[in-house]
C-alpha cells in the first residue's frame, strides 16, 4: 500500500470519526444526559408525592373516598383492557412508519418520519394509566369529555369506551397519527369519539363550542407552563358544577408541576385530587372547602391500614 493511498484511509477514518463526533455523539450524549435528568426528576417527584399522599383510610369526604376506591382500589376486569392492550401489541410489533408533525414538548421527539412502535412506546398511556382513566370515567360517568392530544387513540378508547353514550371530541394536531387513532376507534366499535385534526390552539374553542359544556376535560397533550394554563382557561367557561379536570404528566417537569400548582391554586378550583398517573381539579361550589389530596393506593402503605 502506497504512503499516498494510506493517507487516504487515514483521512476518511479522521472524516468519519469527527462526523460521528459531532453528529451523533454530542447529540446522543446531550439526549443520554436529558433522559438521566428527566428519569432523576421523576424519581424525585415521586418520593415528594409519596411522602406526602394519603391512602383512602385517611379521607373524610364520602365523595373522595368513593373516588379514590374506584380509581385505585377497584379490582373489576373488563373485556375492553383486552381488547385495546391487543391492539397496543399490534401497534408494537409492526413495523409501519409514519409521518409525523411534531407540536414540540410531550415525550415525542422532533423527527419527522416514526415508527408507529416507537410512537406507542413513548406518548401512549400505560395499561395501568388507561384502565384508571376508564375507571374514573366510569365512575364519574360524564356526558360530554374533551381530550388534547389523541396520539394513536390509546387513552382515547378507554376513556371512550368507559362512557359508551357520552359525547367525545378527541383533539390531535398530526394527521397521520390522528388516522392510526381513527381506526383504531373504529375496530373497537367506538362511534361516540370524533377525532379532530389540528393545533390545540385552532380546534380547542370550536370543539368546546360544539360540545356547548364539557364534562371531563383530559390535558394530555403540549406539556409546558403556558399553553397548559391557556388550554385550563379557555375550558373553564365551559365547565359546570360537575366538571372535571385531567391533567396528565404534571411531575415530567418542573414545568408541569409548576402548571399543576398555579390551576390547583385556581379561585375557581375547589377540589384538587393528586394520583400521581395523573391529576384531577374539579371546579364544584359545593365543596366550600379548597381541599388537595396526594393518593396512593392502601397497600402502598400497609402501616396506614386502618
Ligand atoms: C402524550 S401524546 C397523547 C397520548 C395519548 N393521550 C395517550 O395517552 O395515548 C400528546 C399528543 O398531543 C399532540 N400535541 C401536542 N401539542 C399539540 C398542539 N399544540 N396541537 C395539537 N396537538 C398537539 C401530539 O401530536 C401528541 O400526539
Avoid at 40 to 62: D, I, N
Avoid at 88 to 95: F, I, K, P, V
Avoid at 98 to 111: L, P, Y
Avoid at 281 to 298: G, L, M
Wanted: proline share 3%; with cysteine.
Amino acid at each position: 500500500m502506497s504512503v499516498q493511498t494510506l493517507d487516504n484511509k487515514l483521512l476518511i477514518v479522521k472524516y468519519l470519526f469527527s462526523y460521528f463526533r459531532t453528529n451523533f455523539y454530542k447529540k446522543t450524549r446531550g439526549r443520554i444526559a436529558c433522559d438521566i435528568f428527566s428519569m432523576l426528576y421523576q424519581f424525585l417527584a415521586f418520593l415528594r408525592f409519596y411522602w406526602s399522599a394519603v391512602t383512602k383510610y385517611q379521607l373524610h369526604s364520602p365523595f373522595v373516598f368513593e373516588l379514590a376506591h374506584a380509581v385505585l382500589e377497584d379490582r373489576r376486569w373488563y373485556y375492553t383492557f383486552r381488547d385495546v392492550e391487543q391492539l397496543r401489541e399490534r401497534m408494537l410489533s409492526g413495523d409501519e412508519i409514519i409521518e409525523v408533525e411534531d407540536f414540540g414538548a410531550g415525550r415525542t421527539r422532533s423527527q419527522k418520519r416514526r415508527s408507529l412502535r416507537q410512537i406507542v412506546r413513548q406518548a401512549g398511556s400505560s395499561a395501568r394509566q388507561g384502565q384508571r382513566l376508564f375507571r374514573l370515567a366510569q365512575w364519574l360517568a360524564p356526558k360530554t369529555m374533551i381530550e388534547l392530544g389523541s396520539s394513536v387513540g390509546i387513552s382515547t378508547m378507554y376513556l371512550a369506551s368507559a362512557v359508551r353514550q357520552a359525547c367525545f371530541l378527541s383533539l390531535e394536531g398530526s394527521p397521520q397519527t390522528a388516522e392510526v387513532a381513527r381506526a383504531n376507534l373504529s375496530w373497537l366499535g367506538l362511534g361516540n369519539t370524533e377525532i379532530r385534526t389540528g393545533a390545540f390552539e385552532q380546534t380547542l374553542l370550536p370543539a368546546l363550542q360544539s360540545l356547548q359544556s364539557v364534562d371531563l376535560v383530559y390535558l394530555d397533550g403540549n406539556h409546558r407552563l403556558e399553553p397548559t394554563l391557556q388550554y385550563f382557561e379557555t375550558c373553564l367557561p365551559f365547565a359546570g358544577t360537575h366538571t372535571v379536570f385531567v391533567l396528565d404528566d404534571i411531575h415530567w417537569s418542573p414545568e408541569m408541576y409548576t402548571a399543576w400548582q398555579r390551576i390547583r391554586q385556581h379561585d375557581q378550583v375547589t377540589l384538587s385530587i393528586d394520583f400521581f398517573d395523573f391529576a384531577l381539579a374539579f371546579v364544584n361550589p359545593d365543596f366550600r372547602v379548597k381541599q388537595h389530596w396526594n393518593i396512593v393506593p392502601a397497600w402502598w402503605k400497609l402501616w396506614k391500614f386502618y
